[in-house]
C-alpha cells in the first residue's frame, strides 16, 4: 500500500501502477479518498509470501543526533518491541482515548497502531489549538502526544 497526500496523489498513482502496488490512499484536507482500484489487498488473497520478524514494515522519518532529516527504516520486530516497552510504560488501556497530531510518516503513526491495536480511539490532527481544543472536548481525549511542524 502507497500513502500520500494530496498534493502527490498524481505521482503516488504512477508509481503504483508501473510497481505493481496494489492500493493507493490519497489524505486531503478534509477526507481520505481511495484512487486506485482494489488488485487483491484486501480481498483475502495474499500478495506477499511469508513475512518474517526481520522484513521491513514502515519508515519513520527523524532529525535523529544530527538534525538532518531521514527515514529510519524498521521491521515488523522492531515495531512490536516499541510497541510492547510502550504498552508497558503507559499502561495503555482500551478506554483510554488518544489524541495524536503530527506529520504524516512521523512517529504518530506507530503511536496509533499501537493504541489501536489495544482498541483504543486514536484521533490524528495536524495541530492547530482550537482545533485541538474542540477535538478533546467533542471526543474525550484524555491523552495526547504532540509534535509541532
Known amino acids: 500500500m502507497l500513502i500520500s497526500s494530496e498534493e502527490y496523489a498524481e505521482l503516488a498513482e504512477s508509481l503504483a501502477s508501473s510497481t505493481g502496488i496494489p492500493k493507493t490512499l490519497v489524505f486531503t484536507a478534509s477526507e481520505t479518498v481511495t484512487t486506485s482500484v482494489d488488485r487483491g489487498l484486501l480481498s483475502g488473497t495474499c500478495l506477499l509470501g511469508r513475512v518474517t520478524g526481520d522484513d ?26 516499541g510497541m510492547l516497552n510502550q504498552s508497558i510504560a503507559e499502561r495503555i488501556v482500551p478506554t483510554d482515548v488518544y489524541m495524536l497530531t503530527g506529520q504524516m510518516f512521523h512517529i504518530p503513526v506507530a503511536l496509533a497502531m499501537n493504541y489501536m491495536a489495544h482498541g483504543c480511539p486514536v484521533v490524528l490532527i495536524n495541530f492547530d489549538a482550537k482545533l485541538a ?17
Open 56 to 81: 521491513p514494515v514502515l519508515i519513520l522519518y527523524t532529525g535523529g543526533t544530527t538534525g538532518e532529516s531521514k527515514g529510519a527504516l524498521h521491521s515488523h520486530h522492531t515495531l512490536y518491541m
Open 133 to 149: 481544543l474542540d477535538v478533546i472536548q467533542k471526543n474525550g481525549c484524555r491523552r495526547s502526544w504532540a509534535s509541532l511542524p
